[in-house]
C-alpha cells in the first residue's frame, strides 16, 4: 500500500514536493486533470469572469448564474491545486485567489 501522504486522491497524482524538484512531472498530470475537469482555461485566466451586474435587467438572473458559475469553477481549481501540493509550496499560496 502507498503512502496515504504522497499522492492525492484517486488521479495518481505527486504532490509537489516541498524543493520542486518533481514539478515538470507534477504540472504534467495537473494540467491533464484541470483538462480534463474543464477548468484549464479557468487556470489561465482565458475564461474570464463576468460583472455581476447586467447591463439590461432582463439578463440579471442569467447573469448572475454565469458569475456564480465561473466562481464555483474557479473554487474547484483552486481546491484541486491546493490539494496536491506539500506543506511548504501550499503555505506560499496562501495568500492568492485564481482570478
Not at 504540472?27 to 483538462?35: I, Y
Request: with cysteine; net charge positive; charged share 25%.
Amino acid at each position: 500500500m502507498s503512502d496515504p501522504g504522497s499522492r492525492s486522491g484517486h488521479y495518481n497524482i505527486p504532490l509537489l514536493d516541498n524543493n520542486g524538484s518533481n514539478y515538470d512531472n507534477w504540472k504534467f498530470r495537473v494540467s491533464a486533470l484541470l483538462k480534463m475537469k474543464g477548468l484549464m482555461e479557468i487556470v489561465r485566466g482565458t475564461e474570464k469572469c463576468l460583472s455581476k451586474k447586467a447591463i439590461n435587467p432582463k439578463d440579471q438572473v442569467a447573469v448572475t448564474a454565469a458569475f456564480d458559475k465561473w466562481h464555483a469553477w474557479n473554487d474547484q481549481a483552486f481546491v484541486k491545486i491546493v490539494m496536491i501540493l506539500k506543506k511548504e509550496p501550499s503555505g506560499k499560496i496562501k495568500q492568492f485567489e485564481l482570478v
